[in-house]
């Protein structure tokens, strides 16, 4: 019949049936921006270094070196990868017997819903009482990639001096067997330690977590009556900077996934991929859904209401910020992580302020169909992807994951199904914590050169310690390491002779140290 309509009314009827329905215009989210709300810097001059000797421990430490090394050899050619059950139970009845063997009265695997805790308690008799969180898993390897075989844990030539490569080295068992190496030796030299111990240990960090609240369920009463919380941590940088932190982001991890069904696309396996030309894909699917919860660029989160309540800087994280800045190598950073730049070419201050206070959407993988060599042309009926949140202060992983929910429902895709892995919230201690005082006077017996972080980028689940149990915590120690969840991870031994870092037997000094001074 359109040809006995005029063709512009044609025109017209036909764009008018190609429009889509009027939508209400909503402004996109934006990145909030964050300013620091001092110029002031924090004051460490007021902090005292540690001035005990313990000689005899010290000594006892340079005699027994090569025992030291060995027992960390022993931890890191023991695999422990979480997400592959890879030796995580060996791991852990690995860890109780050396606590054993130590002199701790109590040490015993923590059964949970996953891989296996383990706690242990040593009685000293005294006042005071530090816990000690320990994880025991790693991230899995790929050992083509690593110049060593990753569980050799040989020790090998490095621009820095002499290191153990293996994984696990750095993050987290090399710089925690250390930190039990510095017991032995008290115990040896003084017949027991000057503080109570107790050791809280996980074997899912590298998971998310998922599961530490029942091991910390398990000695809830106990553990409120602690004074503190370490967690032993390489912190050095290779020009000897100590980088002490304070706290960390929150994560939330889940799992995204399409599959064929009702909406579209094969619901029970692949087919032709002949067929695309009448079957909807579902790995297309994911992408569409995927690309709606960012900008383009991948960098601002669009998910309505995901950066409410993200609280700003304080004036005690201001001038701790403003206290590290000139420690602050925007281009060494990048070198080391082969990036050429920074998000909206972001320098100093202002790259840090959204390190710590931005959250993130980051695609840690994703996967569908056939990847192999070769062709296979296929229309795969399912595909995944795995997203991980990074949370600031003021953002919880449970009301940030229904938020995604919503709008990927509001969205058009509520076929898609998103499994939740893990998550926790951040956690933060303050620097004028006795604790963290303590700390710090070791740290500058040790090194001019401190910087002192309100919190890292990353995550582990020390709001247990933080939130649930109202104690600070402070992750600290000496010397270096590098290469964490990468190929060739490395933890310094021995340093080369301008390398002014701490070697194996000062890390253990300092850890030395940092009990005595906890006990104070």
Sequence with gaps: MHRYLPMT?????????????????????????????????????????YADDHQAVYDYIDAHEFDHVAAIQRWLRQPSVSAQNDGVLEMAELLRGDLESIGFQEAELVPTDGHPGV??????????????YLMYDVQPVNPEDW????????????????????RGATNQKGPERAFLNALESIIAVDGKLPVNIMVAAEGEEELGSPHYHQVIDAYYDRLKTADGVLFPFNSQVPDGTINMILG???????????????????SKAEIHGSYKAIVDSPVWRLVKALSVLTSPD??????????????????EESQLINAGLEQMDDAHLQEILS??????????ADAVIELLYQPTLN???IWGGYTEEGVKTILPHTASAKVDSRLPPGLDPDEALAKIRAFLDASGF????????????????SVDDPAVQAALSVVFKYANDVAVKPRVAGSAPFYQFTERLGLPLVPTGMGFGTGAHAPNEVMLIKPAEDVPVAGLAQIEKAYVDFIYALSE
């Design 9 to 49: 009314l044609i025109a017209a009827l036909t764009l008018s049936a190609c429009q889509p329905p009027s939508v209400p215009e909503v402004s996109a989210p934006q990145r909030p921006a964050f300013t620091l709300t001092t110029d002031e810097a924090y004051d460490f001059s007021v902090v005292e270094p």
């Design 119 to 132: 706690w242990g308690y040593y009685d000293a008799g005294v006042e005071k009482t530090l816990v000690v």
């Design 147 to 166: 110049q060593s075989p990753p569980f050799d844990a040989e020790i090998v030539d490095h621009k820095l001096g002499k290191v153990i490569m293996a």
């Design 248 to 266: 960390v982001k929150g994560i939330l991890y889940f799992e995204m996934t399409a599959t064929g069904g009702d909406w579209g696309g094969p």
């Design 298 to 315: 991948g960098n601002t989160i669009l998910v309505p209401g995901y950066y409410d309540g993200i609280r700003p800087p304080t004036e």
């Design 339 to 348: 990036v050429s730049r920074w998000v909206d070419d972001k320098t100093g």
């Design 363 to 365: 695609i840690d993988g």
């Design 414 to 429: 509520t076929d898609i199904e998103i499994r939740k892995l893990g998550g926790y919230p951040a956690s933060q201690t």
